[in-house]
């Protein structure tokens, strides 16, 4: 949802999670295409960067901050 970068990223994502909507990182596009680094990505700068996709969700500040902490990453929310 978001292409903020850096700390407005995790800034963000820690917004979202304080009103309450579950967020998951997302890979983003890179070079016109997906982060994932799939050719053959069907889902292209829209699909979860975690293991157990959506079902990772989370409100943690924690967990986000592991998250978006210098990542390129979009954020999701579930």
Not at 4 to 30: D, F, W
Not at 57 to 68: G, M
Request: proline letters at 5%.
């Amino acid at each position: 949802m978001s292409a903020l970068r850096g700390s407005a990223t995790l800034e963000q994502a820690r917004v979202y999670a304080k009103l309450g909507m579950m967020v998951i990182p997302v890979h983003g596009i890179e070079a016109g295409k997906c982060g994932c680094k799939n050719g053959q990505c069907s889902s292209p700068g829209k699909h979860p960067r975690t293991p157990h996709g959506i079902k990772d969700a989370s409100l943690d500040s924690q967990i986000i901050k592991d998250w978006f902490s210098g990542a390129r990453a979009n954020i999701g929310i579930v």
